[in-house]
């Protein structure tokens, strides 16, 4: 079982970026699926995450309005656009998969069981 990040890189403030996370070895159709980043120094932090169905996204303040969870089930594949990114936003963001028994714990990354291996995404100023 394998997740793998991709689409980090260097991009200017206030430029977009639009990260993915394949999945292979097993369906992760009845996962929820979250994004967490860790920047220098930091602890990691819950970015956004989508429920099971697709039904249901949640954010973390510091993103919302700017960032978007999405999945793909017939891809296993999870997405998350990144616009209006700023110097803040710089971190390796790592995606993950796992079943959050509620709303509130989707946020949590010890609800999650699979980790990808990460991916850098760095906002110049």
């Known amino acids: 079982v394998q997740l793998q990040a991709s689409g980090g890189g260097l991009v200017q403030a206030g430029g977009s970026l639009r990260l993915s996370c394949a999945a292979s070895?097993?369906?992760?159709?009845?996962?929820?699926r979250g994004w967490f980043r860790q920047a220098p120094g930091k602890e990691r932090e819950f970015v956004a995450a989508?429920?099971?169905?697709?039904?249901?996204?949640y954010y973390a303040d510091s993103v919302k309005g700017r960032f978007t969870i999405s999945k793909d089930n017939a891809k296993n594949t999870v997405y998350l656009q990144m616009n209006s990114l700023k110097s803040d936003d710089t971190a390796v963001y790592y995606c993950?998969?796992?079943?959050?028994?509620?709303?509130?714990?989707?946020?949590?990354?010890?609800?999650?069981?699979?980790w990808g291996q990460g991916t850098l995404v760095t906002v110049s100023s």
């Open positions: 989508i429920n099971w169905s697709g039904g249901s996204t």
């Open positions: 993950a998969a796992g079943t959050p028994y509620s709303s509130y714990r989707h946020m949590y990354p010890q609800s999650y069981d699979y």
């Open positions: 070895g097993r369906t992760f159709s009845n996962y929820a």
